[in-house]
């Protein structure tokens, strides 16, 4: 027997209700109600389960049903103690709204901060207690507007935004004017004056910074009677790489490398003093590129964590990375679990006020890494930004459409460290061994 076949005859064995599936409510004097139905109490799950179905179907959620207050972390994905902190307020604030959803919520952050994932657990809460939610995406509810207008289309336009207007408890998910058309604003404004004048429940997802809104709508964010901002932060995926937050490197400095090592030459000494002189004034003033050549050990790894270490102890953004580390962690990003796009990650490093590559070498020998590395390089280069590259290889074996912009006087200067490997023997039999890169120059 099937499982409709099992209810059917539940429902005719039911001695309340004789399988009708309704009664009369029985009155405080004993006697039924004649002049009312209400379910029996075979009937009411199922009836509770068909009010969520419809609920859910017409709350727009799709695949996003998934998403829920049990399956999301209350402390987020940051491992930076405060920002979990602040995370677990946030997520009780949306548990409150959507036990009572009264006025606007809205969560501001990037990408992948958790504003969708908290936005959807409200309506799935809500429907879970069987009340009315819509979710939409902004561009989303642009695009069925317009497709009203079609003579095809199976609602009319006014029907639909009337619809929006007006329910319960309205989620639009990634809210932004920035390249909306002017019809698009219209529309916009429209539905959020109305919903913020009715006073009904509205949640309100965006990664655009509130100043950018117009100031009609930035007044209504601003109102805290209505409205209640929650800014979701998280650590920058260029914190998390960020190769400083390792000892050896964070302890590098101007103030503990030795420019003179009176074991060297006079004519290796005044090279790495001249090195030292262009680390530090670089330091003061970072603008266009200084590239350090040299062998493993030279000292060009410290100078540039020194630059960088410098800018930081002055409260400066600087981002400093292995760049084998870049690479990997570039490719780490095609992979569904990661936490970051691709395109949010490489956009975060090739705008990065001082960005600082060290160990760049035959890691880019492969055609995706050339890619990579000269998209980098080139946008940095037409934008002049400020870059130090440490490399051991000479600008000869490097491919040419990244050191013909090394090279460009105009923007950068490229030094050569002749100087031996620090870390062991430095003998004159050894020093005359090794290999110095060969520049153009």
């Not at 507007?145 to 329910?167: A, C, G, H, M, W």
């Not at 109305?194 to 949640?203: K, P, S």
């Not at 890691?363 to 000269?374: C, G, I």
């Amino acid at each position: 027997m099937n499982l409709q076949s099992e209810e059917s005859a539940e429902e005719e064995s039911c001695p309340i209700c004789k399988g009708a599936g309704f009664v009369h409510p029985i009155l405080s004097s004993g006697r039924p109600d004649f002049s009312r139905i209400v379910p029996c109490s075979c009937n009411k799950a199922r009836l509770q389960r068909e009010k969520l179905s419809y609920l859910e179907k017409h709350s727009n959620l799709g695949f996003l049903s998934q998403l829920n207050f049990d399956n999301l972390s209350p402390e987020g994905k940051n491992n930076d103690a405060t920002l979990r902190e602040r995370f677990r307020c946030i997520y009780q604030a949306a548990r409150d709204f959507a036990d009572n959803p009264e006025g606007w919520i809205v969560f501001y952050g990037t990408s992948g901060c958790g504003k969708t994932h908290l936005a959807c657990a409200i309506v799935n809460h809500r429907l879970s207690l069987g009340k009315v939610a819509f979710y939409m995406g902004v561009a989303d509810l642009l695009d069925h507007l317009r497709s009203t207008f079609s003579p095809t289309s199976d609602i009319s336009y006014d029907e639909l935004f009337e619809q929006v207007k007006n329910t319960p408890l309205l989620v639009l998910d990634d809210l932004s004017m920035e390249g909306a058309t002017p019809w698009a604003k219209e529309k916009l404004e429209q539905l959020l004056n109305h919903r913020f004048n009715a006073r009904l429940a509205t949640v309100i997802t965006t990664d655009l910074p509130l100043e950018k809104f117009d100031d009609r709508l930035l007044s209504r964010f601003r109102n805290t009677e209505v409205c209640h901002v929650h800014v979701i932060e998280r650590k920058s995926s260029l914190e998390c790489l960020d190769s400083l937050q390792l000892e050896l490197l964070r302890n590098m400095t101007f103030d503990n490398f030795d420019p003179k090592r009176v074991i060297l030459p006079s004519e290796e000494r005044q090279n790495l003093k001249q090195a030292f002189r262009l680390a530090e004034d670089f330091a003061r003033t970072p603008e266009g590129w200084l590239v350090f050549q040299g062998v493993n050990g030279c000292g060009k790894t410290h100078l540039a964590a020194a630059i960088a270490n410098y800018r930081m102890a002055l409260g400066k953004p600087v981002f400093f990375v292995v760049v084998p580390d870049l690479l990997d962690h570039l490719r780490s990003t095609f992979s569904p679990q990661s936490s970051i796009s691709y395109d949010e990650f490489f956009e975060e490093i090739k705008k990065s006020p001082l960005l600082i590559l060290d160990d760049f070498g035959e890691q880019s020998a492969t055609p995706w890494a050339q890619e990579k590395l000269y998209q980098l390089i080139n946008y940095r280069y037409n934008a002049r930004l400020p870059m130090v590259v440490t490399t051991c290889l000479s600008l000869d074996e490097i491919e040419t459409r990244i050191s013909s912009r090394m090279v460009d006087p105009r923007l950068s200067c490229v030094f050569n460290i002749i100087v031996p490997d620090y870390r062991g023997d430095v003998s004159p039999k050894r020093r005359g061994k090794r290999t110095e890169p060969r520049s153009r120059n």
